[in-house]
């Protein structure tokens, strides 16, 4: 019998050792040695995310993208010439053929404009509000847009801008203003003069509120418009002496710098002039509230 450890109360290292063994043996089955499991290959996941396909810019892309934004930030001034084709082979190692359609590009946008002969070469040119107005009215025909997208469009923007008018015109304007709406009142007895004074005027008035951007979009669809509504079926001489008073009110808010009435009268008038060329019956539609 083994003898105990006094003073620690414990058994000696061999007899834990003999008793350890037998526990071990006394348990159903449990194996003293446990065999290792054999470790599986991780299994990778394939991402299934695709990306599109890359393609690199042509080399006569890159040069129009940067004479595009040299002339846009004001480092090429408008009428200054850009380097001869040759220079601008030598300064970026493309060919002549890649320069000569980079500058074609340009043209295209309205930033280049090439003028022949001796002193000729590629003038840069900003863009106009010619060039915004193309633009917008390829979208509108492109777009095939009806006629009540146009005046809707009008009815938004022309009584904000006869309002900017009113605040910002010059005598200048003013003068202008008068001499349209002379120009209109002498025509009342010509249609098609008539319809090209109406024109004028309204994008004066535009031109006036000081707001390039919003000018160059009326002088867009105004076209348009006119050409939508110019015919005999929108028109009377009740109507176009309708439009003389209407106008010279609205004239006279703006000489005024009162911003509140020029933009009230404007809106009636082109409110009367939306609802008069869709109405069915014209002939009930006033154009001012006179």
């Known amino acids: 019998m083994p003898r105990t450890n006094a003073s620690k109360g414990t058994l000696p290292a061999r007899a834990r050792r003999e008793v350890s063994e037998k526990e071990t043996q006394a348990k159903p089955g449990k194996s003293l040695a446990t065999p290792e499991k054999e470790s599986a290959a991780p299994v990778r996941k394939t991402s299934?995310?695709?990306?599109?396909?890359?393609q690199a810019p042509k080399p006569h892309d890159l040069l129009a993208d940067?004479?595009?934004?040299?002339?846009?930030?004001g480092e090429i001034s408008e009428g200054e010439t850009l380097p001869p084709e040759r220079a601008l082979v030598e300064q970026t190692g493309l060919s002549?053929?890649?320069?000569r359609e980079a500058l074609r590009v340009l043209a295209v946008e309205g930033l280049v404009q090439t003028r022949p002969g001796r002193f000729g070469g590629n003038v840069v040119t900003l863009p106009g509000t010619e060039s915004m107005a193309n633009s917008i009215s390829q979208f509108v025909r492109g777009r095939q847009l009806p006629l009540r997208t146009l005046h809707e469009t009008r009815e938004t923007l022309e009584p904000a801008l006869a309002r900017l008018a009113a605040v910002h015109r010059t005598e200048e304007d003013v003068q202008t203003l008068t001499?349209?709406?002379?120009?209109l009142t002498a025509s009342v007895n010509n249609f098609q003069q008539f319809s090209q004074a109406n024109i004028k005027w309204h994008n004066a008035v535009a031109r006036a509120s000081g707001n390039e951007l919003l000018a160059g979009v009326l002088y867009a669809i105004s076209y348009g418009v006119a050409v939508s509504t110019t015919t005999e079926e929108y028109d009377t001489m009740d109507t176009r002496n309708?439009?003389?008073?209407?106008?010279?009110?609205?004239?006279?808010?703006?000489?005024?710098?009162?911003?509140?009435?020029?933009?009230?009268?404007?809106?009636?008038?082109?409110?009367?002039?939306h609802v008069r060329a869709t109405a069915s019956d014209t002939s009930h539609v006033p154009l001012s509230d006179d």
């Open 66 to 73: 940067q004479l595009r934004e040299a002339i846009l930030r």
């Open 48 to 54: 299934a995310v695709l990306v599109n396909r890359i």
């Open 96 to 99: 002549r053929g890649a320069v």
């Open 179 to 183: 001499a349209l709406h002379d120009e």
């Open 242 to 273: 309708q439009v003389i008073r209407i106008h010279s009110q609205i004239n006279a808010a703006i000489e005024a710098r009162n911003p509140d009435l020029a933009e009230k009268r404007m809106r009636q008038h082109i409110g009367a002039t």
